[in-house]
């Protein structure tokens, strides 16, 4: 599952749509489906790669978008948060089915599960290092920095993926991190995970609604942003 959460610099409202408005909410939510895509064919694939047929026999082992897509979280709720001026984004992709009896046996379903959850934030940070490093060797052959805006299509991908490597890897489920967590608990610490997948989904939605919630994260991911930016201004010199 890949979900996300962003503070989104947006002014407009439902009401009063110009061009740039739309063009703005479009870009987003085309970077917004291609991470999902790439993320959540990480996942099937490391499944896959680990021995379970379950995610190709649902084809989900696939870069197409549309296999990855879920209608409301990557679609409806994208274009509704990104015209409404709310400032806040917020979707996620279909969870890929996977069997962890089905993995090999050299590893453990545990440890199984873990290496399937990290290898969607992993795609994500990968995404974020090509597209930063693709707007510093821009800026590097003669476009200043300053002229490529925050809605750009490098700036939003590279942006948003850095959003979703981070968000994914909150140690509560049902995201990425839960899982991890779960694999670094071990089975003595069951009762952990075992409230955290109760409690989890509560949990997260207060981060992601609840104003305190939202300044959390946003504080948490503050350094995430600030190491983002040096990458790009070293890359352009």
């Not at 099937?44 to 409301?72: F, I, M, Q, S």
């Not at 545990?110 to 821009?138: C, D, E, F, K, Q």
């Not at 590279?158 to 959003?163: P, S």
Request: hydrophobic share 55%; proline share 8%.
């Amino acid at each position: 599952m890949v979900a996300t959460f962003a503070p989104f610099d947006t002014t407009f409202g439902l009401v009063a749509l110009g061009a740039a408005d739309i063009r703005r909410a479009g870009i987003f939510l085309i970077c917004l489906v291609a991470a999902i895509a790439l993320h959540e064919f990480s996942h099937a694939k490391v499944a896959d790669w680990l021995g379970d047929p379950t995610p190709r026999r649902e084809g989900r082992v696939t870069l197409n978008p549309l296999a990855h897509a879920d209608p409301v979280g990557t679609v409806l709720l994208p274009i509704v948060f990104a015209l409404s001026g709310s400032g806040m984004l917020f979707g996620w992709g279909r969870p890929v089915p996977t069997n962890p009896v089905l993995y090999r046996r050299e590893v453990s379903m545990r440890g199984g599960m873990a290496l399937v959850a990290l290898a969607g934030p992993a795609m994500n940070l990968l995404l974020a290092i090509v597209s930063g490093v693709a707007i510093g060797l821009v800026a590097r052959f003669g476009v200043p920095i300053g002229t490529l805006s925050a809605d750009h299509p490098l700036f939003v991908f590279y942006t948003l993926n850095i959003v979703l490597f981070a968000f994914n890897l909150i140690p509560i489920h049902p995201l990425d991190g839960g899982k991890i967590l779960a694999w670094a608990l071990g089975a003595k610490r069951q009762h952990v995970d075992d409230f955290l997948r109760q409690y989890g989904p509560w949990i997260l939605l207060a981060l992601v609604i609840l104003p305190p919630g939202r300044v959390l994260l946003g504080f948490l991911m503050q350094p995430l942003y600030r190491l983002a930016e040096a990458l790009v201004v070293a890359i352009a010199g």
